[in-house]
Nanobody, 123 residues
Framework: QVQLVDSGGGLVQAGGSLRLSCAAS????????MGWFRQAPGKERELVAA????????YYTDSVKGRFTISRDNAKNTVFLQMNSLKPEDTAVYYC????????????????WGQGTQVTVSS
């Protein structure tokens, strides 16, 4: 069993930055593929970014490329999402996710989920 605690959300003006963190426990962190999803009101949940177990491979959805950066610190069992140049359309609940058995970086199936952290970008 993997426990995920995500944090770092908040209210920010358009053009601002936020850094989300997700602390994992219950399993060796370096065996987990990690991802960040978001869900806006009335919309389906979407994969925003993902990172491989070693951190050598990353994926970003087109709308965040060049603005968001996913990274991980396997020594601290933590994955991060640095979000710059935020736009009102980035407003959503952001969820950290972990998967121990699948490796496809663009895959959207994950076994474990954080509780979510709200990101609100004002115009």
């Amino acid at each position: 069993q993997v426990q995920l605690v995500d944090s770092g959300g908040g209210l920010v003006q358009a053009g601002g930055s936020l850094r989300l963190s997700c602390a994992a426990s219950g399993r060796t962190f370096s065996t987990l593929r990690m991802g960040w999803f978001r869900q806006a009101p009335g919309k389906e949940r979407e994969l925003v970014a993902a990172i491989s177990r070693s951190g050598s491979s990353t994926y970003y959805t087109d709308s965040v490329k060049g603005r968001f950066t996913i990274s991980r610190d396997n020594a601290k069992n933590t994955v991060f999402l640095q979000m710059n140049s935020l736009k009102p359309e980035d407003t959503a609940v952001y969820y950290c996710a972990a998967d121990p058995s699948r490796t496809l970086i663009t895959g959207t199936v994950y076994d474990y989920w954080g509780q979510g952290t709200q990101v609100t970008v004002s115009s």
